[in-house]
């Protein structure tokens, strides 16, 4: 019978006294049960408020009544011309801004030079609300989608560009010196510490940039366009149809959490990169 060394077994009796303790099912799930609770108190409150007359419908709608008109515009086919524009204009305008922003963040974050020289475009459009923009926007383009595609490029490209920026600009020294002492070139320092230093910099940039996106299509919607959700709320809202309003604002919200998440994991994954991180 072999016996373990008394080395092993002190450090496996450190190692079990270090670990965590196992945590319970409550305390594991305890954020999500008290998120959903605080939702269900708030939506029992608004139903049984307009249900008493607490609250004009007419204004707030209630949760069965936004349900009811929801379930309806799908089973009936009405809201996926509007969803199918309102789709493309977020794809072709999110897309493009990621194409860009994200090439032209690390270069500026790179070449001081060529910072400089772009700083205070990049600076003073970010500042520029989206919406005195459109004006110039709808000449240019008109009404079509393009005037849509352009007004979300805008929205989301200076979120992800100085994000970027930041990312290249932040990476460890130490890193940087290290690879110097072993002779790295500019481009194998590029290549090996800038770039995978700033990947968690760049998705926090397209996670902004994604809430910017949402903004952008229900805005350009708003202002001029023939379908899209934005363009649906907007004609519901003047017709006092509150139930479709508070359907197109669901549809964006979700698809604005839903988009949030994937990105959220996505960054946890490249968390470990982030220059500050201590294992």
């Known amino acids: 019978m072999t016996v373990a060394p008394a080395d092993d077994l002190t450090a496996a ?11 319970s099912l409550w305390e594991r799930n305890e954020n999500l049960v008290l998120g959903l609770v605080s939702v269900t108190a708030f939506l029992l ?37 509007d969803l199918w524009v309102s789709a493309q204009e977020f794809a072709l305008g999110y ?21 400089a020289l772009l700083d205070p475009f990049v600076s003073a459009l970010y500042a520029t609300p989206r919406i005195a923009l459109m004006p110039l926007i709808i000449i240019w383009f008109g009404i079509d989608i393009s005037a849509k595609i352009a007004i979300i490029f805008l929205s989301t490209v200076f979120p992800i560009v100085i994000s970027t920026i930041t990312g290249v600009r932040t990476m460890e020294r130490d890193y940087v010196k290290v690879a110097r002492s072993f002779g790295a070139s500019d481009r194998q320092l590029f290549t ?13 940039g397209l996670r902004l940039g ?32 509150t139930d479709k309003v508070m359907v197109g604002i669901l549809i964006i919200a979700g698809a604005g959490m839903g988009f949030t998440q994937v990105l959220k994991m996505i960054e946890a994954r490249f968390d470990a990169w982030r220059p500050d991180h201590h294992v």
């Open 13 to 23: 009796a450190e190692s079990a006294a270090d670990a965590p303790p196992e945590r």
């Open 45 to 81: 409150f608004w139903e049984f408020s307009v249900l008493f007359g607490f609250v004009n419908p007419l204004f707030t709608s209630s949760p069965g009544r936004i349900f009811a008109t929801g379930f309806e515009m799908f089973r009936d086919g009405s809201i996926y011309p």
């Open 95 to 115: 897309g493009l801004a990621v194409i860009i922003g994200v090439p032209l963040g690390i270069l500026m974050g790179w070449y001081s030079r060529l910072n």
């Open 192 to 204: 090996t510490v800038a770039l995978p230093s700033s990947v968690p910099h760049i998705l926090t």
């Open 210 to 241: 994604l809430g910017h996106a949402l903004i952008g299509i229900v805005v350009g919607e708003m202002y001029g366009a023939s379908a899209g959700i934005g363009y649906m709320m907007q004609t519901a809202g003047a017709t006092f149809q």
